[in-house]
């Protein structure tokens, strides 16, 4: 099991750029698949973008592709997804999560990650 911690979230106007982190604690993170899931309110919780355990396998959702880019820096434990051209509908809590093994990467179902971060809060205005 992993502690994840995101950060780098806030209000950022229509076009801007923001860049999350989630940094990880406990086991060798470096055997994590990671992704990133966002929730907006009253809406289920989302997947945007994951990245595979060796960092050079990567996949994200059709809303974000060409907007937002996932990566990690294993010596660091961190994951970060850099985000730009944000745009209203981008609003929600952004969840980091994180799964052992190294197979079964890119899982785009809540429910097959079992350790989660607080969220960090983002919010696009028009």
């Known amino acids: 099991q992993v502690h994840l911690v995101e950060s780098g979230g806030g209000l950022v106007q229509a076009g801007g750029s923001l860049r999350l982190s989630c940094a990880a604690s406990?086991?060798?993170?470096?055997?994590?698949?990671a992704a990133w899931f966002r929730q907006a309110p009253g809406k289920e919780r989302e997947f945007v973008a994951a990245?595979?355990?060796?960092?050079?396998?990567?996949d994200s959702t059709d809303s974000v592709k060409g907007r937002f880019t996932i990566s990690r820096d294993n010596a660091k434990n961190t994951v970060y997804l850099e985000m730009s051209s944000l745009k209203p509908e981008d609003t929600a809590v952004y969840y980091c999560?994180?799964?052992?093994?190294?197979?079964?990467?890119?899982?785009?179902?809540?429910?097959?990650?079992?350790?989660w971060g607080q969220g960090t809060q983002v919010t696009v205005s028009s």
């Open positions: 406990g086991r060798s993170f470096s055997r994590y698949n």
């Open positions: 999560a994180a799964v052992f093994g190294l197979t079964g990467w890119g899982r785009r179902s809540p429910g097959e990650y079992p350790d």
């Open positions: 990245i595979a355990w060796s960092a050079d396998r990567t």
